[in-house]
């Protein structure tokens, strides 16, 4: 097999030995490349002998010198990656299985794939995978992984997962962490099903593997409108979330005593659905667990005071407006008091009830356009719209429901503007409208 050149970084090794965009890499120290890993891994030394072909078909080889972990400033395209592994579970929790029915055909694609997990973060959940391809990720260093755990009693995870490969997950979690291979775990938690007991089982079993495993990450279950009604599965409210919380709290603190960090955390919801105060900003560490929804919170407010600190213009007569999902809405309420008094300017938050998912689905990276333009029209006053990245297709201007921003700005007579999920990313786009309403 074979991976196309797409891109060359200038002065890159790469470019040095007269590698361009289209050339197909062949061999790497006479080895054949299979896919994009196994390019990451031959590189990796410190003398390479590469073969490649270019676009004429004339067949190049080139030596190499480098230091160990030198790139070579190649952007290459595996086609391995267009179609990769599926997921072969049926999980009770599954919220690809809950989506209404004609939304475009890439939501519905459930992958489950190691080499996704190592490059893009994605969660797997080792359930397809043989022994021998546990032997390839601990071969060719596929390190960091993310893996789906939620619960480590075999006969429970079967059942949750609806596969019976699932039981295997300690030998699974044991084999690679001794072939040196880190792994960030997840739980989602389903009340009544892997909480309680089960959770704290399932800690102290994923513990053992510490510091290979040292992080944990406990999400609650989403349940949408479109759920089959004859599950029992259910949600979080209030009592049973803080019911988590008092649970997990005293097994952190002894984490911290023994090891520094309190190896599990909870997901954001968890606080802002029980209304128990938020974790102090130090107790995410590195802010890694942020795509778990983890900390997201306390990282905004930091972000927005650090963004303050840069910004000192007057917006005396500009207004706002920024939507938000209901979950999160009173606390930036209060975390926007202090924007407004600062830069002297009016924001408007308007908390949007998920109707497309229903109520339940209370955050804001799953809002839809719809929902937006049905319950701001003829309501919202402001004329420019803030919005959070994370509510679009990456890279795109499209909502979930394949709404485009475009259409929200004429439906509303507003200027959207996107802003990433950082305060100080907020603070900027205020800060350019403001300059530009004041110099027109």
């Known amino acids: 097999m074979s991976i196309e050149v797409r891109n060359v970084a200038k002065k890159s090794i790469g470019e040095k030995i007269g590698i361009e965009e289209g050339d197909i890499l062949l061999s790497i120290n006479g080895n054949e490349i299979g896919d994009i890993i196994e390019y990451k891994f031959l590189i990796c030394d410190e003398k390479i002998n590469i073969d490649f072909k270019k676009k004429t078909g004339e067949i190049c080889k080139a030596c190499v010198k480098k230091d160990f972990y030198d790139d070579m400033g190649l952007d290459v395209?595996?086609?391995?990656?267009?179609?990769?592994?599926?997921?072969?579970?049926?999980?009770?929790?599954?919220?690809?299985?809950q989506l209404p029915k004609g939304m475009r055909e890439s939501l519905y694609v459930k992958d489950d794939d190691s080499r996704l997990s190592f490059l893009q973060g994605n969660f797997v959940t080792l359930t397809n995978l043989t022994d021998d391809d546990l032997k390839r990720i601990i071969k060719y260093r596929i390190s960091p992984i993310n893996v789906s755990v939620h619960t480590t009693n075999p006969e429970l995870r079967v059942k949750m997962l609806n596969n019976k490969k699932a039981g295997r997950i300690l030998e699974q979690l044991k084999m690679l962490?001794?072939?040196?291979?880190?792994?960030?775990?997840?739980?989602?938690?389903?009340?009544?099903?892997?909480?309680?007991?089960?959770?704290?089982?399932?800690?102290?079993?994923?513990?053992?593997?510490?510091?290979?495993?040292?992080?944990?990450?406990v999400v609650p279950v989403g349940i949408t409108k479109y759920r089959d009604k004859s599950s029992n599965l259910k949600?979080?409210?209030?009592?049973?979330?803080?019911?988590?919380?008092?649970?997990?709290?005293?097994?952190?603190?002894?984490?911290?005593?023994?090891?520094?960090?309190?190896?599990?955390?909870?997901a954001d919801e968890f606080y802002l659905i029980s209304g128990k105060y938020l974790p102090e900003f130090e107790h995410y560490?590195?802010?890694?667990?942020?795509?778990?929804?983890?900390?997201?919170?306390r990282y905004f407010e930091n972000s927005v005071k650090t963004g303050l600190k840069f910004c000192n213009i007057d917006g005396k007569g500009m207004e706002f407006a920024i939507v938000t999902g209901?979950?999160?809405?009173?606390?930036?309420?209060?975390?926007?008091?202090?924007?407004?008094?600062?830069?002297?300017?009016?924001?408007?938050?308007?908390?949007?009830v998920n109707n497309y998912f229903g109520e339940k689905i209370n955050v804001s990276g799953l809002l839809t356009g719809r929902d937006i333009i049905s319950q701001l029209k003829g309501t919202i006053k402001e004329k420019i719209l803030l919005i959070s990245k994370n509510m679009l297709k990456a890279g795109e201007d499209v909502f979930l429901d394949d709404v485009k921003i475009e259409d929200i700005e004429r439906e509303l007579k507003v200027k959207i503007v996107v802003c990433e999920y950082t305060g100080e990313d907020l603070i900027e786009n205020i800060e350019e409208e403001v300059i530009k309403w004041q110099n027109q």
């Open 235 to 266: 949600s979080y409210d209030k009592i049973l979330a803080a019911k988590v919380i008092d649970m997990v709290k005293p097994i952190q603190e002894n984490f911290i005593k023994e090891v520094g960090e309190p190896f599990i955390r909870l």
């Open 77 to 97: 395209y595996d086609p391995s990656m267009d179609s990769p592994k599926r997921c072969h579970n049926k999980c009770i929790f599954c919220f690809i299985d």
């Open 326 to 352: 209901t979950l999160i809405y009173e606390f930036l309420k209060g975390v926007l008091n202090e924007v407004e008094e600062k830069l002297n300017v009016k924001i408007k938050i308007y908390p949007i």
């Open 177 to 217: 962490t001794e072939g040196g291979i880190q792994i960030s775990c997840q739980i989602v938690l389903c009340p009544g099903i892997n909480d309680g007991q089960e959770l704290i089982n399932t800690i102290n079993d994923l513990f053992k593997f510490y510091p290979s495993i040292s992080k944990v990450a």
């Open 285 to 297: 560490d590195d802010f890694s667990q942020l795509e778990d929804g983890i900390g997201m919170a």
